[in-house]
T-cell receptor, first 117, second 114 residues
């Protein structure tokens, strides 16, 4: 069975602070993918990043960075110098395969980030 | 390319009624997944369709069903609505059904059951 845990329900930071969103996952698959999605107040989820289980390189994209550690089954997301536009709900997701060999995606419960000006 | 579209955007129904929601994926995408989003349960997977076949199904009662047409458009149906079915229903498309595909989400249909 797959499981994704986002223990932080809500986080508030003051603009320009750095913030890290935690994601811990469980899976028995040896090949799997991890994702982060952003859901702004408008409601539409937006894809941010994908990592596969064989690529533990950290990634940086502008103010966003991701730290993937298989040893701790974590895929944490850091926003540097946060901005008000970063206010949203962020979801971590895990994609594995079901018994039929087809993709099965499990989402975490999300972390609501509020950036205060 | 146009994004994922969902109709209607808002629906109000009463208990016991049934409802059909529609999703048009991005052109060329053959996989469509449905999710239910509620404040208490978060995003829960309903089912995925690929090439008109259901590939995967979440833990929802049989009142929830879906189908996919030859043009990849998908519908989901909820029969005998209950108050707890009030939620945002999200549709997501991806090019294939293989693992690792990013999903492109629609704006959702907000269903309210009275």
């Amino acid at each position: 069975a797959q499981k994704v845990t986002q223990a932080q329900t809500e986080i508030s930071v003051v603009e320009k602070e750095d913030v890290t969103l935690d994601c811990v996952y469980e899976t028995r698959d040896t090949t799997y993918y991890l994702f982060w999605y952003k859901q702004p107040p408008s409601g539409e989820l937006v894809f941010l990043i994908r990592r596969n289980s064989f690529d533990e390189q950290n990634e940086i994209s502008g103010r966003y960075s991701w730290n993937f550690q298989k040893s701790t089954s974590s895929f944490n997301f850091t926003i540097t110098a946060s901005q008000v536009v970063d206010s949203a709900v962020y979801f971590c997701a895990l994609s594995g395969l079901n018994s039929g060999g087809y993709q099965k995606v499990t989402f975490g419960t999300g972390t609501k980030l509020q950036v205060i000006p | 390319k146009a994004g994922v579209t969902q109709t209607p955007r808002y629906l109000i129904k009463t208990r016991g009624q049934q409802v059909t929601l529609s999703c048009s994926p991005i052109s060329g995408h053959r996989s469509v997944s449905w999710y239910q989003q509620t404040p208490g349960q978060g995003l829960q997977f309903l089912f995925e369709y690929f090439s008109e076949t259901q590939r995967n199904k979440g833990n929802f009662p049989g009142r929830f069903s879906g189908r996919q047409f030859s043009n990849s458009r998908s519908e989901m149906n909820v029969s005998t609505l209950e108050l707890g079915d009030s939620a945002l229903y999200l549709c997501a498309s991806s090019p294939t059904s293989g693992g690792g595909n990013e999903q492109f989400f629609g704006p959702g249909t907000r269903l309210t059951v009275l």
